[in-house]
């Protein structure tokens, strides 16, 4: 049986959707940026044309995008960094929760409103219950972890450190760049639904670029972007 088409009743083409949706997402722009982008382009949109594709289609993309790469992610489940990072919402402290593996893949962003056990708890089993169970947690002195991880057995496998959850810290940036051109978020659903969209094109299109030679980098991203022109195909 094959999937319906997500473009069936659209007028404009799943090139320029898809297009709009990775601009807006991979990159720190706002939607009237986009829009003028396409216009310099020849492609004549509203910036409400790129907000609607957006959220119609970037959770789409973001979950086909996540269930290619869990499958083929077995490495992942050797180490994982866990931090939290502040984010506001009209005014109030709000917590982004995200696990990241060796490699710098996000593998779950996470919002809560409070960062204690019960938050650690549930954001720990969310994830596991995703990507299986990892031999390391790396963490900060946070105690949410250690308790989170000792009610459900896993208090041995925690390591802290000071330097050994860069990996985490240096993944916030991109999604600390692209917060501040959407000036900030209005409510918690929007910033889960944009933090797990932009989490799975940012590993898509994250080629580590200083690790490889200028031949594999643009190898691999033009493999990312042919991956990405497939999205949404029956």
């Given at each position: 049986m094959t999937k319906p088409d997500p473009f069936r009743y659209f007028k404009t083409s799943r090139e320029i959707i898809r297009l709009a949706v990775m601009m807006y997402v991979r990159f720190p722009l706002s939607l009237r940026n986009v829009e003028d982008l396409l216009h310099e382009r020849g492609?004549?949109?509203?910036?409400?044309?790129?907000?609607?594709?957006?959220?119609?289609?970037?959770?789409?993309?973001?979950?086909?995008?996540?269930?290619?790469?869990?499958?083929?992610?077995?490495?992942?489940?050797?180490?994982?960094?866990?931090?939290?990072?502040?984010?506001?919402?009209?005014?109030?402290?709000?917590?982004?929760?995200?696990?990241?593996?060796?490699?710098?893949?996000?593998?779950?962003?996470?919002?809560?409103?409070?960062?204690?056990?019960?938050?650690?708890?549930?954001?720990?089993?969310?994830?596991?219950?995703k990507h299986g169970c990892p031999e390391e947690f790396v963490t900060d002195l946070l105690r949410s972890y250690s308790a989170a991880l000792k009610d459900i057995g896993l208090a041995n496998r925690q390591e802290t450190g000071r330097w050994l959850n860069n990996r985490a810290e240096n993944s916030h940036l991109p999604f600390r760049r692209r917060e501040r051109a959407m000036l900030r978020f209005r409510r918690m659903r929007s910033l889960q639904k944009f933090a797990s969209v932009h989490a799975s094109v940012y590993n898509l299109f994250n080629s580590e670029r200083s690790l490889y030679s200028r031949p594999n980098f643009k190898l691999k991203r033009a493999a990312a972007l042919a991956e990405w022109r497939g999205l949404g195909t029956a």
């Open positions: 492609i004549d949109v509203s910036h409400e044309a790129v907000r609607f594709w957006w959220h119609r289609f970037g959770p789409l993309f973001a979950a086909e995008i996540r269930k290619r790469r869990i499958a083929s992610m077995k490495s992942s489940r050797w180490r994982w960094h866990l931090d939290e990072m502040f984010v506001k919402i009209n005014g109030e402290k709000h917590y982004l929760w995200r696990a990241v593996d060796h490699e710098g893949e996000v593998l779950e962003s996470f919002v809560t409103k409070r960062r204690d056990k019960k938050a650690a708890l549930k954001f720990l089993k969310k994830a596991m219950r």
